[in-house]
C-alpha cells in the first residue's frame, strides 16, 4: 500500500513538474509574440521606436558602446574618469 501511494505521489509530482514546464514555456510565447506585439503599438513605445529607427541606432546591439550614437558618452565618461568630472575641490553645485 505505502509503495502504491509513493508512486502514485511521484507520478502526480511529475505531471505537476511537467505542466509547469508548460505553462511556463507558454506564458514566455504569449508575452513575446502576443503581449509585446501588441505592446509596440502602445504611443509611448511606439515614439521610441521612431527615434531609434531615425537615429539608425541597432537597438539589437549586445552593448551600446558598438552603436555610433554612444560615441559622445562614452567619451565623457572616458574624461570624466581620466581629468575627473570637472568640478573644482568643495564645489558641492552639483548633484
Do not use: C, K
Given at each position: 500500500?505505502?509503495i502504491d501511494a509513493n508512486r502514485?505521489?511521484?507520478?502526480?509530482?511529475?505531471?505537476?513538474?511537467?505542466?509547469?514546464?508548460?505553462?511556463?514555456?507558454?506564458?514566455?510565447?504569449?508575452?513575446?509574440?502576443?503581449?509585446?506585439?501588441?505592446?509596440?503599438?502602445?504611443?509611448?513605445?511606439?515614439?521610441?521606436?521612431?527615434?531609434?529607427?531615425?537615429?539608425?541606432?541597432?537597438a539589437s546591439a549586445l552593448f551600446?558602446?558598438?552603436?555610433?550614437?554612444?560615441?559622445?558618452?562614452?567619451?565623457?565618461?572616458?574624461?570624466?574618469?581620466?581629468?575627473?568630472?570637472?568640478?573644482a575641490a568643495g564645489d558641492s553645485?552639483?548633484?
Open positions: 500500500m505505502a502514485q505521489r511521484r507520478e502526480h509530482t511529475r505531471r505537476a513538474a511537467w505542466l509547469r514546464l508548460i505553462g511556463g514555456v507558454g506564458l514566455v510565447w504569449v508575452f513575446a509574440f502576443m503581449l509585446a506585439a501588441w505592446g509596440q503599438r502602445l504611443v509611448p513605445v511606439a515614439e521610441l521606436h521612431d527615434f531609434v529607427e531615425e537615429r539608425g541606432i541597432d551600446y558602446t558598438e552603436s555610433e550614437a554612444f560615441d559622445p558618452v562614452a567619451l565623457t565618461l572616458h574624461n570624466s574618469f581620466q581629468f575627473g568630472d570637472g568640478r553645485s552639483a548633484p
